[in-house]
Nanobody
Framework: VQLQASGGGLVQAGGSLTLSCTAS????????MNWYRQGLGNQREWVGS???????TYSDSVKGRFTISRDDAANTMYLRMSSLQREDTAVYYC??????????????WGQGTQVTVSS
């Protein structure tokens, strides 16, 4: 299974943007999926997670502003970002753990999508 992240772009501070992470194949089982981000010169930072059981957690830096959701029929996880700040500027990555399709299970990273917040 491969993951494709999309939806990044340029947005003004205070605005909103929704990122998508789509799996290349329908999965009959997966364990959890994460969003990460990496700003220029910074280490990759965990943003939030969703488990297959529906448990969702967020980092303190985005809690209350970002929302993770999923659409199993579309094999897609979303990251709805609101009240964006310049500090949210980063390349956003999705990661999936225990993605099972057919007879194989694997972990996968999406390729990253750039989010730039202007003041």
């Amino acid at each position: 299974v491969q993951l494709q992240a999309s939806g990044g772009g340029l947005v003004q501070a205070g605005g909103s943007l929704t990122l998508s992470c789509t799996a290349s194949r329908r999965m009959f089982r997966w364990q959890y999926m994460n969003w990460y981000r990496q700003g220029l010169g910074n280490q990759r930072e965990w943003v939030g997670s969703i488990t297959s059981g529906g448990m969702i957690t967020y980092s303190d830096s985005v809690k209350g502003r970002f929302t993770i959701s999923r659409d199993d029929a579309a094999n897609t996880m979303y990251l709805r970002m609101s009240s964006l700040q310049r500090e949210d500027t980063a390349v956003y990555y999705c990661f999936g753990f225990g993605l099972c399709s057919g007879s194989e299970c694997s972990d996968a990273w999406g390729q990253g999508t750039q989010v730039t917040v202007s003041s």
